[in-house]
C-alpha cells in the first residue's frame, strides 16, 4: 500500500475534505485527488461516495480511517520512542566495573544518572580488569570503568576519569604503622592480594620487579578490596590497596599505612570504550554525566 496516499486519505478524512486537506498540507486539490483515486485503485474499494457538492465516505472508507488513526497515532508513538532513544533517554546501559570504581564511585553516580534517566535500564557487573576488557571487547559491556594504571589492550580507547593511589597497609598495631621503611623490609610480610587478573595484584608485582626485589610471598587471597583490608585488620600480613577505600580504617585504627620511601603508586580510574566503535545513546549520555561528576569538561 502507498503510504503516502494513505497519509493523504487519512488528511482528508480528519480535515472534512479535499479542499482543507490540500490547504493544511500545501499540494494542490488536483494532486490530492489523483493519490485518492490512485489509492482507490491500489485497494479496489472506493473509499468516497458523492454528497451534495462533496463527498462523503463509502463503508469501507469508514472503515479505514478507523484504522488509519491508529495507524498515525502508532507512527507518532514510533517518531517519540525514537527521539527517547536518539537522546539516550531509553534503553539499556551496561557497565563493567572493578572493585574499587563499582564500590566508591559508581553507586552514587548510577543513582544520580537515573534521577536524570529513569527509564534507562542499567546494569553493572563488578570483575577485575581482565574481565571487565574482555566484556568490552565481546560487546557485553557498554563501557568499563578501571582502576589502576594498566597497559590499553588493543581496540580499546581510555580516558582519565580521577587519579586514586595504592597505600601499603598493617595491621593497626604493627610496629610499621604510621612508619616510612624500605619496600624490602616490608616484604617479609606475608601478604593479602587480590585474585590474579586484578590490577592491584598486577601493580604490587610490578613494583617489586621494577625494584629489584623478590615476589612477595603471598599469604591469603580474597575476592574483593574490603575482604582484603579486613583480613589485614584482623592481624593478617600486609596489603597494597586504594587510598580511597582504605582511608576510614586507617582513621579508626583498624590498619595503618607504611610509606616506602621513594615509592609512590599512582591509581588512575579510567573510563574505555571499544576504539572506533560508536557509542549506545545511553553510553554516550553516561560518560557526559561521569566526565561532569569527575571535575571534567563534558
Not at 553516561?286 to 561532569?292: D, L, N, Q, T
Amino acid at each position: 500500500m502507498n503510504v503516502h496516499a494513505f497519509r493523504l486519505f487519512h488528511e482528508v478524512v480528519i480535515n472534512g475534505g479535499v479542499m482543507k486537506a490540500s490547504q493544511h498540507l500545501h499540494i494542490s486539490q488536483p494532486a490530492v485527488t489523483a493519490q485518492l483515486r490512485n489509492l482507490e485503485k491500489e485497494l479496489g474499494l472506493e473509499l468516497f461516495r458523492p454528497k451534495g457538492r462533496g463527498l462523503a465516505l463509502t463503508e469501507a472508507g469508514e472503515r479505514l480511517a478507523g484504522m488509519g488513526g491508529r495507524f498515525f497515532a502508532l507512527e507518532r508513538e514510533i517518531e517519540r520512542e525514537a527521539a527517547r532513544i536518539r537522546d539516550g533517554q531509553l534503553g539499556r546501559l551496561r557497565i563493567a566495573a572493578t572493585y574499587l570504581p563499582a564500590n566508591m564511585l559508581l553507586p552514587s553516580w548510577i543513582a544520580s544518572f537515573a534521577g536524570i534517566y529513569p527509564d534507562v535500564d542499567i546494569g553493572l557487573a563488578t570483575v577485575n580488569s581482565r574481565e571487565a576488557f574482555r566484556r568490552l571487547l565481546h560487546h557485553e559491556a557498554d563501557l568499563a570503568v578501571v582502576g589502576g594504571g594498566r597497559e590499553l589492550p588493543p581496540g580499546l580507547a581510555h580516558e582519565p576519569l580521577m587519579e586514586d593511589e595504592l597505600w601499603f597497609v598493617v595491621p593497626g598495631a604493627h610496629p610499621l604503622a604510621g612508619s616510612e621503611t624500605t619496600l624490602a623490609a616490608l616484604l617479609v610480610e606475608p601478604f593479602v592480594v587480590r585474585e590474579e587478573g586484578s590490577s592491584g595484584r598486577e601493580l604490587l608485582l610490578a613494583l617489586c620487579r621494577l625494584h629489584g626485589q623478590p615476589l612477595p610471598r603471598i599469604g591469603l587471597q580474597c575476592s574483593g578490596t574490603a575482604e582484603t583490608v579486613r583480613a589485614v585488620a584482623a592481624g593478617y600480613g600486609a596489603a597494597l590497596v586504594s587510598a580511597l577505600e582504605v582511608r576510614e580504617n586507617i582513621a579508626r585504627g583498624e590498619v595503618g599505612r607504611v610509606r616506602i620511601a621513594g615509592v609512590r603508586v599512582g591509581n588512575p580510574i579510567g573510563l574505555y570504550t571499544r576504539e572506533g566503535d560508536a557509542l549506545t545513546p545511553c553510553a554516550k549520555q553516561f560518560v557526559r554525566f561521569a566526565r561532569s561528576a569527575s571535575g571534567l569538561p563534558e
